[in-house]
């Protein structure tokens, strides 16, 4: 199959990209404040807004970036080959993951281990002595019965794995037969989300998510397809232009999927428990939803986001390190503040602005050395941004990766 025709940059995917991962410093700031057991909290949650804002990001954030990935290893197996492409996902992979686990996750489990007063942690581990100190009993495995862990890193061992059979099958055909079938009526589409519903309904109530990666076969299953959706979209373009004729469905199914899993889900868990139904019909709806949405994003990224956003632009590149760093900022930051309670609302404000503020100087930190660019993922050298001319031209069709 020829490469796709894709431009030197595709920015839709880049500020695609970009936009959720800043808006996991949202997502964990939020984790301070909700229900369910974390590795800090504030000392008055739970919060039902916190956890309406989990249960909001969560539809799409993580499939989101799965599914861009997916994307971007169809594009740059066109031009490597799977050795290569293997070789180049391992330093960008492997490499800050275990730097990460040493560096970012240990103060993070330390920071939980010293502070017993905290409500709904993790784990009730305690430790008392400095970090130093605490670096011996980290090896000890396994979290949350011990404490050695790649708390929120799990994205990036994930991922890697799933490149795996993308090698392999890189050179074979990408169901063209199939990518006809779907873009002759690109309603087709919607379709797919049936798969990621059966795998779900088949594997969520026996495999919870654990990110532990030898028992978390529904997340597998989950996040697995989405990345060989992705691929499958990325070595078919015209999959891409079957998706424009479909956004504004895809849009009005998403909204209304979103308000009806809402409307069933208790108020416990972040919802409004307006109607009674069955947990498996509101996990199928939930997932449904999250289907529509990427569709949704795909869809309108492509359409709205062609050009890079000037806020984003200087971002994109160190993305992949402020994802890193900003977890054990927020962890860093709600330990600090664990006195100041009676006002969630601005505490968590401020806590989203100094973590952003935080994260960003040390992923820009991290890119101006060799030595901290391969910590952190990055090439070695920095690529050069192709001019107005150059990025314009139609001699220049290299995706990106």
């Excluded at 281990?113 to 970090?131: A, H, K, T, Y």
């Excluded at 952190?376 to 290299?398: E, F, M, N, T, Y």
Aim: aromatic share 14%.
């Amino acid at each position: 199959m020829t490469a796709p025709s894709s431009p030197n940059r595709r920015h839709d995917v880049d500020t695609l990209r970009a936009v959720v991962v800043l808006l996991l410093i949202v997502f964990h700031t939020a984790r301070l404040f909700d229900a369910e057991p974390w590795h800090m909290k504030d000392l008055a949650a739970p919060f039902w807004a916190a956890d309406f804002v989990i249960r909001a990001l969560n539809i799409f954030q993580m499939p989101l970036l799965f599914l861009l990935a997916g994307m971007s290893a169809a594009w740059a197996l066109e031009r490597r080959s799977a050795g290569a492409f293997l070789r180049e996902r391992a330093a960008r992979l492997l490499v800050p993951l275990l730097v990460g686990i040493f560096v970012l996750v240990a103060p993070q489990v330390w920071l939980e281990r010293i502070s017993p007063q905290v409500p709904l942690r993790m784990s009730p581990v305690d430790f008392e002595g400095g970090f130093f100190a605490f670096l011996g009993p980290y090896l000890a495995c396994c979290y949350p019965q011990a404490n050695f862990s790649w708390h929120h890193l799990w994205f990036l061992l994930y991922l890697f794995v799933y490149c795996l059979p993308l090698a392999v099958v890189a050179r074979s055909g990408a169901l063209p037969g199939l990518a006809a079938w779907t873009t002759r009526a690109p309603w087709r589409l919607f379709l797919f989300g049936l798969v990621l519903v059966a795998l779900e309904t088949a594997l969520r109530r026996s495999f919870p998510s654990t990110h532990n990666l030898i028992w978390d076969w529904a997340n597998h299953a989950h996040y697995g397809f989405l990345v060989l959706f992705g691929w499958w979209l990325g070595r078919n373009p015209a999959l891409e232009d079957a998706l424009q004729r479909i956004r504004r469905l895809a849009l009005v199914g998403a909204l209304v999927l979103v308000a009806l899993w809402f409307a069933a889900l208790d108020t416990a868990f972040g919802g409004f428990g307006w109607v009674e139904i069955s947990r498996a019909l509101r996990h199928g709806l939930r997932i449904a939803a999250e289907w529509c949405l990427l569709l949704t994003a795909l869809a309108y990224g492509r359409r709205l986001l062609a050009a890079p956003l000037p806020g984003l632009a200087a971002f994109v590149p160190i993305a992949l390190p402020f994802y890193l760093f900003h977890q054990t900022v927020i962890v860093a930051l709600g330990w600090l503040w664990l006195g100041w309670t009676g006002q969630p609302f601005i505490k968590a404000l401020a806590i989203m602005a100094f973590a952003t503020l935080l994260s960003l100087a040390l992923a820009w930190l991290s890119a101006q050395s060799v030595l901290t660019r391969a910590a952190v993922g990055l090439p070695l050298r920095r690529r050069q941004r192709p001019g107005p001319a150059a990025s314009s031209g139609p001699a220049d069709r290299r995706p990106t990766t």
